[in-house]
């Protein structure tokens, strides 16, 4: 099983920037794809971005050109660069991952933290 440790929402300003973390670990012997969702009140939860372990990522759209996604495969984590908040970001933001562990694969979440952009 693996575990993922989320750090590093909160309430910032439009126009602002937060950086998210998130930090796998438990048994694996590798990571597929870790990536970040969100879910804003009343909405589903959506895709924000992911990345590959050969470092290939996708974006929302409403994010691609503000957000940007990386992952240390050393540390097991992935970190998202915010940047330009606007106050429809507002949402719970969790972290996923998709691991590999005795010929078999699973998805991951973690609890999830809040990001808040006022206006």
Not at 92 to 117: F, M, P
């Amino acid at each position: 099983q693996v575990q993922l440790a989320e750090s590093g929402g909160g309430l910032v300003q439009a126009g602002g920037s937060l950086r998210l973390s998130c930090a796998a670990s438990g048994s694996m012997e590798s990571i597929n794809v870790m990536g970040w969702y969100r879910q804003r009140p009343g909405n589903q939860r959506e895709l924000v971005a992911d990345i590959t372990s050969g470092g290939n990522t996708n974006y929302a759209h409403s994010v691609k050109d503000r957000f940007t996604i990386s992952r240390d495969n050393t540390k097991n984590t992935v970190y998202l660069e915010m940047n330009s908040l606007k106050p429809e970001d507002t949402a719970v933001y969790y972290c996923y991952c998709n691991a590999n562990y005795r010929r078999r694969s699973r998805d991951y979440w973690g609890q999830g933290t809040q990001v808040t952009v006022s206006s």
